[in-house]
């Protein structure tokens, strides 16, 4: 490999990796936020059949 294709790519992950990251983080969290609301319409539902 030429230090140019090293250069590139370090440039590349600079610039590409912070945002996969941060995706990544906010669709875990998101992901535990929907789980949370699927039971809370769950026990809604089970409530409003009482």
């Known amino acids: 490999m030429d230090p ?3 250069e590139t790519w370090i440039v590349a ?3 590409f990796g912070f945002p996969i990251v941060l995706t990544i983080y906010l669709l875990v969290r998101f ?3 929907i ?3 699927t039971e809370a319409i769950n026990s809604l ?3 409003v059949r009482k």
């Open 4 to 6: 140019m294709s090293i």
């Open 13 to 15: 992950l600079g610039n």
């Open 31 to 33: 992901e535990k936020k």
């Open 35 to 37: 789980e949370f609301l």
């Open 45 to 47: 539902k089970d409530a």
